[in-house]
């Protein structure tokens, strides 16, 4: 049963650096599969931030995309979540996922299918 | 960028009712949906993917359908475990991002 753990401060300063890493255990991140991040402020939906590939490939969600850099650590088995110069707009639980190939209507789709719990960080002074 | 939009945003219904939440891409997205499950301060579960697909432990209540730009969930018998918010995926196209519909919250009548 793969299993997915974030950490990091859940307090930042605005204009600093908000850092995330999430920890796999149960499976491979050199597995065929993307490691995404997902957001939600408090109350609110959720919104995309990137993923990547064991081998270094990644996505971003283009309104992020300036401030985001998501990087994988193969030796530790984890991935890891950058955002430089947040705001209080940037406060929100913060997600890791697994995303799988999944066989269906015919061909594979990538689906995030296991999550881990969340970690709510906080920008405030 | 692909906009995706829920209706209801929000619906009461009873244990035993059936429900139905839809779903709609600003553009066709083939099959490319997911549908999410979530309770208050737990990870959103995977539900429904390729649009129809029902993933492994999911109760077969719940069901998937639609393709291009026009989806639904159903809950053929709404019970007390499903009162939650759903919320719709594209996992479509990647330049914008693999949106998330607003989300429909089902609650107590």
């Not at chain 1, 908000?18 to 149960?26: D, E, I, N, R």
Request: aromatic share 12%; with cysteine; net charge positive.
């Amino acid at each position: 049963q793969v299993q997915l753990q974030e950490s990091g401060p859940g307090l930042v300063k605005p204009s600093g650096t908000l850092s995330l890493t999430c920890a796999v255990s149960g499976g491979s991140i050199s597995s065929s599969n993307w490691w995404s991040w997902i957001r939600q402020p408090p109350g609110k939906g959720l919104e995309w931030i990137g993923e990547i590939y064991h081998s270094g490939s990644t996505n971003y969600n283009p309104s992020l995309k300036s401030r985001v850099t998501i990087s994988v650590d193969k030796s530790k088995n984890q991935f890891s979540l950058k955002l430089s110069s947040v705001t209080a707009a940037d406060t929100a639980v913060y997600y890791c996922a697994r995303k799988s190939p999944h066989y269906g209507s015919g061909s594979y789709y990538n689906v995030d299918d296991y999550w881990g719990q969340g970690t709510l960080v906080t920008v405030s002074s | 960028d692909i906009q995706m939009t829920q209706s209801p945003s929000s619906l009461s219904a009873s244990v035993g009712d059936r429900v139905t939440i839809t779903c709609r891409a600003s553009q066709s997205i083939s099959s490319y949906l997911n549908w999410y499950q979530q309770k208050p301060g737990k990870a959103p579960k995977l539900l429904i993917y390729a649009a129809s697909s029902l993933q492994s432990g999911v109760p077969s209540r719940f069901s998937g359908s639609g393709s291009g730009t026009d989806f639904t969930l159903t809950i053929s018998s709404l019970q007390p475990e499903d009162f939650a918010t759903y919320y719709c995926q594209q996992s479509y196209s990647t330049p914008g991002g693999f949106t998330f519909g607003p989300g429909t919250k089902v609650d107590i009548k």
